[in-house]
């Protein structure tokens, strides 16, 4: 490598370094602060009552867990204060296989939702069980244990690495990583296959089966939707329709933030080539991973943009926020 590779191959390093830097600095709160306004919302009277309450609520706190988990182990592998978990091997596998958890767990509180959604919309009696406490209670229970089975291995085969490399004849550097043993056969073969599947593959297909069905119902009665928004419950109906082109709008951009990093996964599997050892790859790797977690702080602005009672509470609360404190000032 000639010198002016050398440079620019040190160039883009740092700049991988930075973003896993900066960040968590900027998402923590940014995310943090967003879901706790969502989960805040749907505790409204609107609301009240609703599976749309309970699941969403799941969602964002769902994601924000993931999102600071997520970031926080990002941190520490960027300032190498990864090691500080060396007192124990219990943090590094804490961080990585909650991450591997709350992340899949997250996609999977979508699909509920949109099937959710569907039921609602189809309204057949046949499937009003669904729409029952009991039913999002365990369903939910029972969802989180299957992923969690499905994550334990990784807890057990989690392990802090110790690399030292030469900077240069008088310099040396200890990196510490926190990876799966590379001798077991679940990291060779099932540990990114099940990622893969659980938080990509199959979310996405039903997804999308979920988000056709229901666009496919709205524009087919649209028409029939709104006479009936218009006569015994228009409040409700209105709730519903708003509600179902919210879901549509959040699976959507689930879709889009996360295919990058699945793209990366797909060709990590499938290629022959180490990629890790590609600074250009690690610089993809990162920017997706950035875009999973803007997903995990997207829950807001998506109920923002379809959801108008959603929007509507939000401008009476930060509006009564306001109002209160200039009456205190004054």
């Not at 490598?1 to 160039?11: F, L, R, S, T, V």
């Not at 978990?85 to 999977?108: D, H, P, Q």
């Not at 979310?203 to 029939?224: C, D, E, R, T, V």
């Not at 951009?253 to 793209?263: A, E, K, R, S, T």
Request: charged share 15%; proline share 2%.
């Amino acid at each position: 490598m000639d010198q002016e590779a050398a440079k620019a191959h040190e160039q883009l390093e740092n700049f991988d370094r930075i973003l896993n830097l900066v960040f968590p600095l900027v998402l923590i709160p940014f995310g943090s602060i967003s879901n706790i306004i969502t989960v805040f919302i749907y505790q409204q009277k609107p609301f009240k009552n609703t599976s749309i309450r309970f699941y969403y609520s799941i969602l964002a706190i769902t994601d924000t867990l993931a999102l600071v988990i997520g970031s926080v182990k990002f941190f520490l592998m960027a300032t190498n204060l990864i090691g500080i978990l060396t007192f124990s091997s219990l943090g590094c596998k804490f961080f990585i296989t909650s991450v591997y958890i709350l992340s899949e767990y997250s996609a999977w509180v979508l699909v509920i939702t949109s099937i959710d959604r569907l039921i609602s919309i189809l309204n057949y009696p046949s499937f009003i069980f669904l729409k029952t406490k009991k039913f999002r209670y365990s369903s939910s229970l029972i969802l989180f244990f299957v992923i969690f089975l499905f994550n334990y291995p990784s807890f057990i085969y989690l392990q802090i690495t110790i690399e030292q490399v030469n900077i240069n004849n008088r310099t040396k550097e200890i990196y510490y990583t926190c990876e799966l043993d590379s001798e077991s056969y679940y990291t060779n073969e099932l540990r990114d296959f099940i990622d893969l599947l659980m938080f990509a593959l199959l979310p996405f297909l039903f997804m999308i089966i979920a988000n056709g069905l229901i666009s496919y119902k709205i524009i087919k009665s649209k028409n029939k939707f709104r006479r009936k928004a218009s006569l015994a419950q228009p409040k409700k109906r209105k709730k519903e329709y708003q509600l179902a082109i919210t879901i549509i709008g959040m699976n959507f951009l689930f879709l889009i933030l996360n295919l990058p990093i699945c793209v990366i996964q797909i060709m990590r599997n499938l290629g022959e080539t180490d990629y890790s050892l590609d600074v250009n790859y690690n610089i993809a790797y990162t920017i997706a991973n950035i875009l999973t977690y803007i997903n995990f702080s997207s829950s807001l602005y998506i109920n923002l943009l379809f959801n108008h009672i959603f929007k509507s509470r939000f401008k009476h609360i930060i509006f009564s926020f306001f109002l209160n404190n200039q009456e205190s000032s004054s």
